[in-house]
T-cell receptor, first 119, second 117 residues
Framework: DADVTQTPRNRITKTGKRIMLECSQT?????MYWYRQDPGLGLRLIYY???????NKGEISDGYSVSRQAQAKFSLSLESAIPNQTALYFC??????????????????FGPGTRLTVL | AQKITQTQPGMFVQEKEAVTLDCTYD???????LFWYKQPSSGEMIFLIY??????QNATEGRYSLNFQKARKSANLVISASQLGDSAMYFC??????????????FGQGTILTVHP
C-alpha cells in the first residue's frame, strides 16, 4: 500500500467550480506540502504545513487554500477554479530530524499526483 | 531566495554510456541540501540522491552519483551505465536551512533524458 495517497487521481472540472484535492499519509510524518507541476516550470510550492497548527503560504498560494485536518491529512482547495490552474498536483511529506534540523538526509516523499483539468 | 537552474531541457544518451545532468543553484543559506528526483512517464516522483552542503564527499547511490562543486554552486547528477528505464524527467531541488527557505524544496525546471538502445 502507498504511504502517501492522493484523491482523486484525475479530475476534469469547469471554470468557477470549487474543487478539493485530498492527501493522506501513513508515514507518521509531521510535515506536509502541496506542489503543482507545469511543463517547463518544474514543481512549485503552493502551501506547506509543519504540524497541524502550522500552515504557511508557498510560492504560488493565490487562488488556493488548505486545511490540515489531522497529522495524516492535508487538503488543497480551489475555491473557484480557473483554466490556468490546470496542472499536475503533488502532495509530499517529510519528517523533521532533530531540534536544530541541521540539514541531513531528509527527503520529501511524494504522492502519485492528481491531474487536474479546468475547462 | 533560492534558485535552481537546469539548463538542459533534453538530453540523449546511448544505452550503457554515462550521462551528466547539469544543475546550478543559488542561495544565501550557509547550510542547505541538494536532491535529485526522477519522474518517469507514469508521473510519480522518485527520490534518487541527496547531498548536504557540509558533506565532505560526493554522494553516491548505486549508478547515481552527485558531482558537487560548492565553489561553483553546481550539483550535477551522473548516471553511469545508462539503461532504457532511465528515460525520464529529472529534477534537481534544494532545501534551505534558514529564514524563509527553511524546510522547503525549490525545484529546477527539469531535464528530459532519453536513453537510446
Amino acid at each position: 500500500d502507498a504511504d502517501v495517497t492522493q484523491t482523486p487521481r484525475n479530475r476534469i472540472t469547469k471554470t468557477g467550480k470549487r474543487i478539493m484535492l485530498e492527501c493522506s499519509q501513513t508515514k507518521g510524518h509531521d510535515r506536509m506540502y502541496w506542489y503543482r507541476q507545469d511543463p517547463g516550470l518544474g514543481l512549485r510550492l503552493i502551501y506547506y504545513s509543519f504540524d497541524v497548527k502550522d500552515i504557511n503560504k508557498g510560492e504560488i498560494s493565490d487562488g488556493y487554500s488548505v486545511s490540515r485536518q489531522a497529522q495524516a491529512k492535508f487538503s488543497l482547495s480551489l475555491e473557484s477554479a480557473i483554466p490556468n490552474q490546470t496542472a499536475l498536483y503533488f502532495c509530499a511529506t517529510s519528517v523533521r530530524r532533530g531540534r536544530t534540523d541541521r540539514i541531513s538526509y531528509n527527503e520529501q516523499f511524494f504522492g502519485p499526483g492528481t491531474r487536474l483539468t479546468v475547462l | 531566495a533560492q534558485k535552481i537552474t537546469q539548463t538542459q531541457p533534453g538530453m540523449f544518451v546511448q544505452e550503457k554510456e554515462a550521462v551528466t545532468l547539469d544543475c546550478t543553484y543559488d542561495t544565501s543559506d550557509p547550510s542547505y541540501g541538494l536532491f535529485w528526483y526522477k519522474q518517469p512517464s507514469s508521473g510519480e516522483m522518485i527520490f534518487l540522491i541527496y547531498q548536504g552542503s557540509y558533506d565532505q564527499q560526493n554522494a553516491t547511490e548505486g549508478r547515481y552519483s552527485l558531482n558537487f562543486q560548492k565553489a561553483r554552486k553546481s550539483a550535477n547528477l551522473v548516471i553511469s551505465a545508462s539503461q532504457l528505464g532511465d528515460s525520464a524527467m529529472y529534477f534537481c531541488a534544494m532545501k534551505g536551512a534558514g529564514g524563509t527557505s527553511y524546510g522547503k524544496l525549490t525545484f529546477g525546471q527539469g531535464t528530459i533524458l532519453t536513453v537510446h538502445p
